[in-house]
């Protein structure tokens, strides 16, 4: 036996093991292609078909496949059930996606994705009595079968029997050479075309037969040697020879032909036997078989013709051909007959868009009736109000926040009257920004961007709302805080919110047309701010300079933190200094109770917060005047209650 095993097993490996919940099918055959040059017998191509559910995805689950393994083991064992040599692996030669579509017009379009893989090689084998058997196992069968108990741990046996010297070692064995994806309707007939190939002309026989189990505890290394005849678990009440039930059952002719009204929605594998006789010596031959999946989905659909009640042809042009919608629910192939009310019909084979084109102005009642002639049929009505040429727009004289914004309908209706409109003027959180005027106008607080809307409704029921950005410009000029400086001190005016400055009077100004003039003067005076932008928005803001002799502070000796509005903070009024170093007050008992250099805000005679006592308070004050001097005052204040 050693010099048999010359068989081409050189690719000889320890396969991996692993889990796979999506093989539903497939079957192994062999064909002789000739003489063999290396042991006293034939040389043939093994061929194994393996079908997965295509759609099936594993997700995170450890060790599971979602696709074809590749390379697979074979095993080859002779009559006595001993294996000839270890596993042969064999590879993916080819994949093939399987689809298939329901295609009636009085069904829900129901599709089915599955791919097929072929995995074949060669192998020399010396004729012997008994012949071989050539097999593939595998767990496990695809998730959810209907027909299969626990399917997702039911493994599958696939197996050829190459005949022995006392039949015909050159054979070719008959298989299926047809790898559809099968899917009907429940409570529908279904036909399906099963019959096999032989390339010898051998007479078949089919029949419908078990599924075999195999492949256990998910273990490409648990093998079975032949004969094969442990089954799948069936769900009661199918089995090999009734696989999906219904009226009337499943059967397969003497040529091939399924038939069968299966009852029950799900999936199931159904198998066939295919046996060979010489058709000359009428001798048995073999026996093959072959799993497939077929696919029962529940078809039910309710057909329902359905297009808008109204349809308004509101276009700008006068254009009278109008845009038809199709909402019906339909079957897969369903037609669409429509009529227009104009005379005209016509029929259409799926829900897209189209134009009809009428001939004139005018109110027409169109009717659309779903598969005409079948009995899932459905119709409705709707009204066609053709009155195009309606042109919605609007203008607006605006630039500069500061003045109002003036708006106007430029709207026209070539075939109607416009009846209604509202306008919307794009302020956030103002409900009082609307109008129904033909030319409102409105004024808007500050500057930015507005989205405004014009609704319009006319007398042939068109609704249009159309929109435009308006941008509004504005300037913030700001001429500077009101300033007290020392006589004859020089002051440097520092204008802001805009592109282009004018100052007035030119008083004591080095130039009235810059952003910051200096100032020199001896004597009160009010300066006005022009600001201008490039858009040409302007506004204007003003600032008091006052004179003082000094440089000096002052500093009151008294106030009054009632809330009245007079005297509440206690603050000193530097005039001609550059620079303060501290301004410091103390109670009587020598504890800090405020110390900030900010003149403008001062002391609000709160101590933490809390209201302090009427009483007389230490203040120190340090700065640096004009000149580089350093001053330093002390004093008290009363705080007055």
Known sequence: MSKFLQLVLCCMIIHSIAAAYHIIGGEIYYQTVGISDRVAGYKYKITLKLYRDGDFVCGTRQGCLDIFENPVPINIFNAAGTRVGPQILFYIQETRPLRDTLKNPCLAPQSIYLEVAFYSDTVHLPAIPGGYYIAYQRCCRGESLT??????????????????????????????????????CAGLPLRYDYSAYDGDGDSLVYGLCNALAGGAVRNNETITAPPYSTTVSYVSPYSGLEPMGGSPKLSISSTGLITGTPDRAGKFVVTVCVTEFDRRTKAYIGTHSKDILITVYNCNTTIRALVPSVLNNCIDEPELAIAIPNNSNAGFTSTYHWYFGDGTDTITYNRDIFYHAYADTGSYKIRLVVNRGLPCTDSTTGVVNNFPGFKAGFTADALCREDPVYFQDTSSYQYGTIVSRKWDFGVDKIETDVSNEVSPSYHYSKGGVYTVNLHLQSDRGCDRVVTQNIPLYEVNPFAGNDTIIAKGQLFTLQGSGGDKFTWWPSDGLSSPNVRDPQVSGNEDITYVLRVDNVQGCFGYDTINVKYYAGPELYIPNAFSPNGDGQNDRFRFIPVGFQQ?????????????????????????????????????????LEGIDLYGNKILRKGTVTLLR
Do not use: Q
């Open 147 to 184: 027909n299969i108990h626990d399917s997702e741990r039911e493994g599958s046996t696939f197996y050829t029997v190459i005949p022995g010297t006392e039949g015909r070692p050159n054979n070719n064995c008959a298989f299926f050479d047809k790898d559809e994806a099968v899917v009907i």
């Open 580 to 620: 303060y170093n501290f301004f410091r007050i103390f109670n009587r008992w020598g504890e800090l109770v405020y110390n900030s250099i900010d003149f403008r805000m001062g002391w609000d005679g709160n101590i933490n917060g809390r209201p302090s006592k009427p009483d007389t308070y230490l203040w120190i």
